[in-house]
């Protein structure tokens, strides 16, 4: 009997797929090892809260790290360094590689916009002497999700000068934060009948921003008139310098451990940072690769990657199509021999909520960095679908590398779907596959991750560029 035991074990061994839980192939010295990387990238995710945030974070280390500014026309060689900034909310960094570019770049592309608040053209009114700033939401959230939680307020403005003022707020521990609020239980008896979808209207997502009337009994609209008074003295704007404006209001919220093991990070904007920062972190320590290395950290991922910082725009293409000429190729051999990894992140499987996936595939927490052949809705539409071939070159270069890798597509057939830049970045004949954290609660003011899976994608990532 035991020795039939055995043989089944064998067997089960070399033919079946194990979805073992991560910890159980690391050493604890390993698990160190992941622990640490994400003291760096909470330090990250803390001082980058906004995509123009996340460039200028991404810059600082950048420099720090040898990397130099690419400018149209420059020479470049084997081992040079460099990056571009696109309209200070989109990244483009390059690490150029032995072999000639003709041989086609390894493309890491991640994004570093996450569902927010944005405030309106014309946001500043006062209602019943409290002031507020109206909002539009950015990207695919759930509305009630935004209610009583401390708020910050992120961007610029620009001013009739052409002036530009930063703003940051609601960040440092001595600075106040805003709000929006959301009925008490008692009065809620219409409210609790509307549809999860309607609880909180889009109309209804006003940020509370002061209620002391500027000290005039004769003044109209005194509350709004004294914020106004505030705003001047401290950024020297006046309302119709909003016009002008990207101001962009974030979950207050730090990122911290979760959990009595500490095993989880919690923060805002996990979607796609958890991606980003281990992209960035892999092309920092990217030593002397064999193919040139890109690195994009886009833009306008969240709204369906349109306009000019976005991935159905040009500037990733016209990048590329420098680089080639520089190096004395052209951007459609090169393009056409690159290949890149999308790095974005999945959906992980929510023991709560079972019934969305299907549990043979679905990422799961811990289970390392999810590989994603396809994305889309309903008959896989929307989805550029990676090849057999190129899913099988990633699988062995992981295997081959002792990544800690899983793989889940997002939820259950007909259950709803969803789309990364994967679609347009093989549109441009490049062999592009989905890799990414598996994250609980996306898209919520505070996801969750594994500190394990995020190590596992910059490993990933970082043997996919030395390949
Ligand atoms: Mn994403
Ligand atoms: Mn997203």
């Not at 950015?138 to 703003?167: C, F, N």
């Not at 991606?275 to 690195?295: D, G, I, R």
């Not at 070159?393 to 992981?398: Q, T």
Request: charged share 25%; net charge negative; aromatic share 8%.
């Amino acid at each position: 009997m035991a020795e039939k035991k055995n043989a089944a074990k064998e067997l089960k061994e070399k033919l079946l797929m194990q979805r073992k839980n991560a910890i159980f192939r690391l050493t604890d010295k390993e698990v160190a090892v992941c622990d640490d990387f994400c003291e760096g990238y909470k330090d990250f995710m803390n001082n980058s809260k906004t995509e123009r945030e996340a460039v200028e974070t991404s810059l600082e280390m950048l420099k720090k790290g040898g990397f130099k500014e690419y400018k149209a026309g420059m020479k470049l060689k084997t081992g040079d360094k460099i990056y571009r900034v696109n309209r200070g909310k989109a990244l483009l960094i390059a690490i150029i590689g032995k072999a000639p570019i003709a041989e086609g770049v390894r493309l890491c592309a991640a994004h570093i916009d996450s569902p927010r608040l944005d405030l309106k053209q014309n946001p500043l009114y006062e209602n019943e002497e409290v002031a507020y700033f109206k909002t539009h939401y950015y990207g695919g959230i759930k509305k009630y999700q935004w209610t009583t939680i401390p708020l910050s307020l992120h961007g610029v403005i620009l001013k009739a000068d052409g002036e530009s003022v930063k703003v940051n707020i609601g960040e440092d521990e001595n600075d106040p934060v805003f709000c929006v609020s959301d009925l008490l239980p008692h009065l809620a008896n219409e409210q609790m009948k509307r549809p999860l979808a309607q609880a909180i209207k889009g109309e209804e997502l006003n940020i509370i921003i002061g209620s002391r009337p500027f000290r005039d009994d004769e003044a109209s609209n005194a509350v709004k008139l004294g914020i106004m008074q505030i705003l001047n003295e401290k950024y020297g704007i006046i309302e119709a310098d909003f016009i002008s404006a990207e101001l962009e209001a974030v979950p207050a919220f730090k990122a911290k451990d979760i959990g009595f093991d500490r095993s989880l990070i919690g923060s805002y904007g996990h979607d796609d940072r958890v991606c980003a920062y281990p992209a960035l972190m892999a092309s920092l320590n990217c030593k002397a690769p064999k193919h040139t290395v890109v690195t994009v950290l886009t833009d306008k991922e969240e709204t369906g990657s349109d306009g000019n910082t976005g991935l159905c725009s040009s500037y990733l293409e016209y990048f590329i199509y420098d680089l080639a000429e520089a190096l004395g190729s052209d951007g459609r051999t090169v393009l056409s021999a690159s290949e890149c990894l999308s790095a974005d992140v999945n959906a992980a499987f929510d023991p709560t909520f079972p019934e969305v996936n299907e549990r043979n595939n679905c990422a799961y927490v811990n289970k390392g960095v999810c590989i994603t052949k396809y994305t889309g809705a309903r008959g896989k539409s929307g989805t550029s679908d990676a090849s057999a071939e190129f899913t099988g070159r990633i699988r062995r270069l992981m295997d081959a590398n002792n990544v800690i890798w899983q793989t889940g597509e997002l939820g259950k057939v007909d259950e709803g779907g969803g789309g990364t830049v994967a679609a347009y970045i093989a549109n441009l004949n490049v062999d592009t596959i989905d890799m990414g954290v598996p994250v609980l609660s996306m898209h919520a003011p505070y996801e969750i991750v594994s500190k394990i899976d995020t190590y596992m994608a910059y490993k990933a990532f970082s043997v996919f560029m030395a390949d």
